[in-house]
């Protein structure tokens, strides 16, 4: 178990309103990333980040923004939430003997009404 | 082209049968390849790692064809636990991770 955890599980919010949501790994990984899942589109990377204040675009990065002040910490941030934003959010971080494989946290429900 | 491209399916087959499924890349330069397993409403769980040419566990066996550019995957004996989404993603060398749509397999008693 690679101790990667979400927060919140599920959350339901208002047109209009900022989320944060938060991925927190126990082991140091240097690579942390922010997926939504839609029916239809699989995966699709929102942000990565390689360490401390090293983040990237990833391609549907638009409407968010993320942050990652502590290695163990990678938030990711809807500014003013959009029903479009309505999906399920994975975070993974990468391990294994080559930091090539990826092990993801259980996923936050993100309704916004 | 897209990244990774795969049959979204759904693959229906019967307990028992043997079934494979191809994930292509556009990347030449990918090294490795990984495939996870995804139960509905679940997290994405590895399933395997293909570092050469393939990698076998067990009923599942993974090809990859280099020339043509796909990686594939083989599941033998098929139970009914196997029905879920198969995802694969290659490993470029860069710091993004593009995982394909997935390959939905629904076994059937």
């Known amino acids: 178990d690679a101790g990667i955890t979400q927060s919140p599980r599920h959350k339901v919010t208002e047109t209009g309103t900022p989320v944060t949501l938060r991925c927190h790994q126990t082991?140091?990984?240097?690579?942390m990333y922010w997926y939504r899942q839609d029916p239809g589109h699989g995966l699709r990377l929102i942000h990565y980040?390689?360490?401390?204040?090293?983040?990237d675009k990833g391609e549907v990065s638009d409407g968010y923004s993320v942050s990652r002040s502590k290695t163990e910490d990678f938030l990711l941030t809807l500014e003013s939430a959009t029903s479009s934003q309505t999906s399920v959010y994975f975070c993974?971080?990468?391990?294994?003997?080559?930091?090539?494989?990826?092990?993801f946290g259980q996923g936050t429900r993100l309704t916004v009404v | 082209r897209k990244e990774v491209e795969q049959d979204p399916g759904p693959f229906n087959v019967p307990e028992g049968a043997t079934v494979a499924f191809n994930c292509t890349y556009s990347n030449s330069a990918s090294q490795s390849f990984f495939w996870y397993r995804q139960d509905c409403r679940k997290e994405p769980k590895l399933l395997m790692s293909?570092?050469?040419s393939g990698n076998e566990d067990g009923r599942f066996t993974a090809q990859l064809n280099r020339a043509s550019q796909y990686i594939s995957l083989l599941i033998r004996d098929s139970k009914l636990s196997d029905s879920a989404t198969y995802l694969c993603v290659p490993d470029t060398g860069r710091r993004a991770l593009t995982f394909g749509s997935g390959t939905r397999l629904q076994v059937q008693p």
């Open positions: 082991e140091n990984h240097r690579y």
């Open positions: 980040s390689y360490g401390v204040k090293d983040t």
């Open positions: 993974a971080i990468r391990t294994g003997p080559k930091d090539t494989e990826a092990f």
């Open positions: 293909v570092y050469s």
